[in-house]
């Protein structure tokens, strides 16, 4: 019998909605080698792969009566075609249009009744280049079981690494009967069993709770006629469409504020993300009076006390940002988020961003996904928008011999969060992936111009009045942020 679910992975599944689909997103963007990038060598290189991450061959199998936790068990007819398809732009593709079938794709949830991943091979683009986008559940993807995908697939050189040939057989599927016996058997030889199923059976009634009185309250705000109260342009209830922009800009140029005003360059793009939320509110013409700050939940890596070496699977600890979009200065904005920071520093458990890229296994996009879990086991109430920066490798990566030339994060939004932004260093470069409500936020790219206009503000703060704004068009292709120290 599979490995069982563990409480949270089981609610991040009783969890989701249709307007809140519980996955994590990539979008890699790939410069063709001599040999091309086409479907079928793609197919060829995760067949090889794949054996690495067991649970990408893996559904959720529940067990009857809700006596335990459900179990990971083998797709007995899994079918790799399945999960990896095929699309394309029409010629020349667009980064708008290559935006748009991402924010298309990220809006449908995957099918529970085979193993909760997909990936697409996007063709068409303008310049001979390709895109792969990677699509995983919240579930599926942990940094100490199992790994994200994608990263599997990179090399550090155009010459792709042989595996040991992949003899795979699925397992028998589990009966009703299995199931049944095996949580039995579970509960007698591991009283943590029971555990597990008492504090996702309360916790999912409690969920249910609330929901009950959330409609109670909607009820009566009818009958009595009374109003909710106005949610702010960051928060409201979702639709089931998304919209996905992006910004790119030099790691340089972060450094050089840094070098001028102190703090971290997670510090300098969360003063961008302040700097651009102010000038965004102030195009919605919403009072910054009434919205001095934006609170933020940062997922940061910590080192974990009981392990001699930091990992791939360290703590992910949470920090809460209260971003300064009341104040009209750069300089001080800046100042005011590193400040905030001085407590996480001051308990000497930080993991400086050379130290984190250095660990065995380290990648950008598992760590995306441990942070995205570690925001969204947050209560809704407790911040407004979230904001995961990861270093990445400053060298070249690639895949079936083309270089990867962008990585842009693409982060699930949490029920009643309009935003969330991603940022990924990568080889001398800062890719910022953000997701926003279609409805709620249909003016998406002009908040991520916004965020250049922010940039460029602080780059000029930098050099004296001779700061180069970023380079981009509008629907959010200008350039802006990175991650690490």
């Known amino acids: 019998m599979g490995d069982r679910l563990t409480p949270r992975d089981l609610a991040f599944l009783t969890d989701e909605r249709p307007t809140a689909p519980r996955q994590n997103a990539t979008v890699e963007i790939f410069e063709p080698g001599p040999g091309g990038f086409d479907y079928d060598a793609l197919l060829a290189l995760i067949a090889d792969r794949i054996s690495f991450v067991p649970r990408y061959r893996q559904k959720v199998q529940l067990v009857p009566g809700r006596l335990a936790n459900p179990v990971w068990a083998d797709d007995s007819t899994f ?18 249009q290559l935006r748009d079938l991402v924010a298309r794709i990220v809006s449908r949830p995957l099918d529970r009744h085979r193993p909760l991943w997909e990936m697409y091979l996007v063709e068409g683009l303008e310049g001979g280049r390709v895109a792969l986008l990677t699509k995983a559940h919240q579930a599926l993807v942990d940094g100490v079981q199992t790994v994200d995908l994608g990263q599997l697939l990179l090399d550090v050189s155009p010459e792709t690494r042989p595996m040991d040939p992949d003899d795979w057989v699925p397992g028998r599927a589990p009966t009703p009967a299995g199931l049944v016996v095996s949580a039995l058997r579970d509960a007698l030889a591991e009283p943590q069993t029971v555990l597990d199923t008492a504090r996702s059976t309360g916790s999912h009634l409690a969920r249910e709770a609330r929901r009950a009185v959330r409609r109670g309250v909607g009820a009566a705000e009818l009958m009595t006629g009374r109003r909710p109260e106005r949610p702010t ?54 009072s910054l009076a009434g919205l001095r700050q934006v609170r933020a939940v940062v997922p940061v890596s910590v080192i974990d006390e009981n392990e001699e070496e930091t990992s791939l699977g360290s703590q992910i600890a949470v920090h809460f940002v209260d971003l300064p979009v009341g104040e009209a200065s750069p300089v001080v904005r800046l100042h005011q988020v590193s400040y905030s920071f001085e407590s996480h520093k001051a308990t000497g458990r930080g993991v400086a961003a050379s130290r984190l890229v250095s660990i065995a296994g380290f990648a950008p996009t598992t760590f995306h996904a441990v942070g995205s879990r570690a925001a969204a086991a947050q209560p809704g109430g407790s911040y407004q928008i979230a904001v995961t920066n990861v270093p990445g490798p400053q060298s070249p990566r690639y895949a079936i011999g083309a270089e990867m030339v962008a990585s842009f994060p693409v982060p699930p939004l949490t029920p009643g969060h309009a935003l969330a932004i991603g940022v990924t260093s990568y080889h001398g470069r800062v890719f910022l992936g953000m997701t926003a409500d279609r409805d709620l936020v249909p003016d998406a790219d002009i908040l991520c111009q916004c965020f250049a206009d922010a940039l460029a503000e602080l780059q000029d703060t930098a050099s004296g009045g001779r700061g180069r704004a970023p380079r981009g068009r509008r629907r959010g292709s200008g350039r802006g942020g990175q991650a690490g120290s």
């Open 233 to 286: 342009p960051l928060n409201g209830r979702l639709s089931q469409q998304r919209r996905f922009v992006t910004l790119e800009a030099r790691l340089d140029d972060l450094r050089a504020i840094r070098a001028v005003h102190g703090g971290t360059i997670n510090d300098v793009v969360l003063a961008v993300i302040a700097g651009g939320l102010r000038a965004w509110l102030m195009t919605r013409a919403e």
């Open 79 to 96: 079918d790799l075609e399945y999960h990896v398809r095929r699309s394309a732009l029409p010629r020349p593709g667009t980064a708008d």
